[in-house]
């Protein structure tokens, strides 16, 4: 220590740094660490492999430039014009085959293709949560809520770089997003809320708008077949509709107007035995196979001569033909089995005149006892009464040179309704089946909720004007980000126009639009000229629904929010494990 001049005594040996040297000398060690290549900051906290991003330029707009380009992918594949996507994917290889399976899909469906395409981004990933999110619950809109995302997420980066904060433009998304909702309100079709579940005209026009964009042309036709097959087993009370009890069975050939509805099921496998068509007969199903109970432990049994062998034989067969006679008893003219028919017991079966199906899916098994109202019997033996179902006819067709096996209900107990539908290649009947799944949804939808909006981006175009109306009142910061959510729907009928190849699709937002706050105007006024494209849906009867609108802004907003809201991103080392062989 030493003595100062006021004769006090320092003791430098105990006095603590001072916070510019702590500082100084914590800068000196990250540069020493940065200048060798080292981890510093967060980054050396982490295991190797892992990966932080942080702030605007390194997070913000690196997960805005994701979300724009999965928003690319699927933006020319939106509208009953929209452009497939050829997607090609390698799978796994089947043990002991060397060569790895290519799967190639040709489709305009926005799910399919999020789902083809495995996005590894965590940005990118909320939206494609969020499109999987509309696809549960409406089970149509995914790529509107893609392309809208994409949109107020794309908009917020010129926003951000103007030196507005993340959290304003969030601000500004919330107070857009539940304006939008509460206008959409106003922009139902008059009289839409009223609705008959079992009226196959009124669900076939509220279906058009969901089937006309997956397969245009054919809309009618399939609208119409999809309506008879909801309405056809639509329960007491629609709102506990079931999507399951539409099947939808893909035979090759033909073409689509060849499609047609069966109130029952249709299996693509024939009877075992030569029986091929009954009528109006009892069924039993069994969840196990028919043959000759084998013992639960092994056991080794000694004959002294052919003569023990033989009867033997003949008491096995004494059994078989006993339990087959006992079902015969019962009234019972079709039996149904979930494993292996034994030989024997399939003879025994034809000389009663019983008709044999094997059915070793569990899930077509309950679909199956569904239809007939069958109870499946877990041992071979004769059913009980109450495990007897009835069906109406069930006989073998050909259909396109195929030949599957119709089981048709009455339509007093028909639960379970077939739609088979027919092309000439396996994508257009992949294609078609996600069609029919969409409308089927959209049947569900209305059960709940029937109001409908008019379709082909005017809807956005009206919502577009109001928000943007909305944000001019507003006098702070959020205005600039409430016109940004303007902007991207706006977006959403300019690229119809696009994917439609119109001439003027740069001009279709700045067309006045003829949709008021009332829903006399959302009808459209034919004595306007600006309002031809309004009244020309409304002539044609293309409507989207209410709630797919609804959920689809929803979503889509709450997506942008997400991903606006992340500054800081935080990657794991990705796991390892066998790669797979090189080509060539």
Known sequence: GRTGSTGARTDLAFAPPSTDATFARVDRETLAKMATGMPYGLQSMLKEGHSYFSGINEAVLKNIEACRGLARITRTSMGPAGAPVIERKEEDAIPRQAKRRRKLSVTSDASTILREVEVSHPAAKLMVHAANAQDEEVGDGANFVVTLSGELIGNAEALLLDGLTASEIVEGYEKAGDKCL????????EGSDKFDARNVEQVTWRIRGAVSSKQYGYSDFLCKQIAEACVAVCPENPQSFNV??????KLPGGGSLDSLVVKGIVLQSTPQGNILRVKDAKVAVYGQGLDTGNTETKGTTLFRSAAELEAYS??????LEKTVAAIAETGVKLVVSGGAIGEIALHYFQRYKMMVLKITSKFELRRFCRVTGASAVSKFQAPMPDQIGYVQSCAVEEIGGAKVTRVEQSDALSSVCSIVIRGAAENSLDEIERCVDDGVNAYKVLCKDPRVVLSN???EMELAKQIRAFGNQLHGLDQHSVSAYAAALDAIPKLLAENACQEDANGVSSTPSTLASSTDAAMGDA??????????????????????????????????????????IIMSKPAGGPQPPKRG
């Open 182 to 189: 509460a206008v959409l309100e106003s922009l139902v079709v």
């Open 244 to 249: 399951d009890n539409v099947r939808v069975v």
């Open 314 to 319: 003949n008491d096995e067969e004494a059994v």
């Open 457 to 459: 981006g005017g809807v």
């Open 527 to 568: 004595s306007d000229a600006s309002a031809a494209p309004v009244t020309q849906m409304k002539e044609d009867g293309v409507y989207d629904l209410f709630r797919t609108k609804q959920r689809g802004i929803k979503h889509a907003t709450e997506a942008a929010i997400a991903v606006l809201s992340v500054d800081q």
